[in-house]
Every structure is written in structure tokens, then in C-alpha cells.
């Protein structure tokens, strides 16, 4: 596993075309122009894109990936469309999806993706995963789960 902290836009620099078998991604979710941008700068880079659009992102990940290799990320559930189609734009398939809810009353706001560079058309959607229960912020088991908190 490697970890690379460099600009993604020059990743034919960085690392070999079609190098690895798996890319995990939290790309920045929101454009400039779109909400409030946090004054520390790590932060603002974390959630817009001032420094990579998710177009770089997904070109990345065709670049580094195998045929056959996996992209996993998450994103926004409102630029979902944008995302699904930036992923066929670049040769990846999606083939998983799963809807993340704050509450189950309340809209997904987030969503888990995974593609396959040259997979073949097919997609699992998955039970959706619910954050929160009730009102408060109390996880989920499923949630305390992926925490190792089960129980506790």
C-alpha cells in the first residue's frame, strides 16, 4: 500500500499508467462557487475544489488503475448523476452503490461508490446505511461496528 500526498493533476509524473489494483478516494465535494469556504486552508481544500475538481479525480484513478482495477469513494448524493457519468466518461463501471442517511427520516446525503476500470455494465445497490438513531447522536450498530464499538 502506498500512501502519495502529491498533486493528483500530474499523477502520469508521480506513477506508472495502470499500476494498481485499487484507489480510494474522498474528493473534495463541493465546487468554489458553492458554500461557505472554511478559512483554514487544509479545511477549504478538503471540502471544494480549489485544488483538484472531481474530473481529476476520476482521471487519477483511470490513469493508476489496472484493467479490471477498483475506484472506491464517497461523495455527495446531489452530484451523484455528475459522478456516475465522469466515471463512464473515463472507462470505469460502476458497480456498487450504497446511499449513506444522517437519519433514516431524513434524505441521503452522502453516497459510496465503487467502479471497475473495464468492468461490464451492472450495479448493485446496496441497503442504504443510516448513520444516526432518532434524533440525537447516538450510531447506529452497524455504524459502532465499523468503529469496533459494538457492544460498548
Known amino acids: 500500500m502506498r500512501n502519495l500526498q502529491d498533486d493528483l493533476r500530474q499523477i502520469n509524473q508521480l506513477m506508472p499508467d495502470a499500476s494498481v489494483d ?36 476520476v ?3 483511470a490513469w493508476l488503475l489496472k484493467n479490471g482495477g477498483r475506484f472506491a469513494l464517497i461523495y455527495l448524493a446531489e452530484r451523484l448523476p455528475e459522478l456516475l457519468g465522469m466515471l463512464g466518461e473515463y472507462g470505469i463501471e460502476p458497480k456498487r ?29 446496496e441497503p442504504p446505511l443510516i448513520v444516526y438513531r432518532g434524533a440525537g447522536r447516538d450510531y447506529t450498530q452497524e455504524v459502532l461496528r465499523m468503529y469496533g464499538e459494538e457492544g460498548r
Open 22 to 57: 485499487l484507489v480510494v478516494s474522498n474528493p473534495p465535494y463541493r465546487k468554489p462557487e458553492n458554500g461557505r469556504i472554511a478559512p483554514n486552508n487544509e479545511r477549504a481544500a478538503a471540502r471544494h475544489e480549489l485544488a483538484g475538481e472531481l474530473e481529476n479525480f
Open 97 to 125: 452503490l450504497r446511499m449513506i442517511y444522517p437519519r433514516q427520516t431524513e434524505p441521503a446525503k452522502m453516497v459510496l461508490v465503487e467502479g471497475r476500470k473495464g468492468g461490464r455494465p451492472g450495479l448493485a445497490v
Open 59 to 61: 482521471a487519477a484513478a
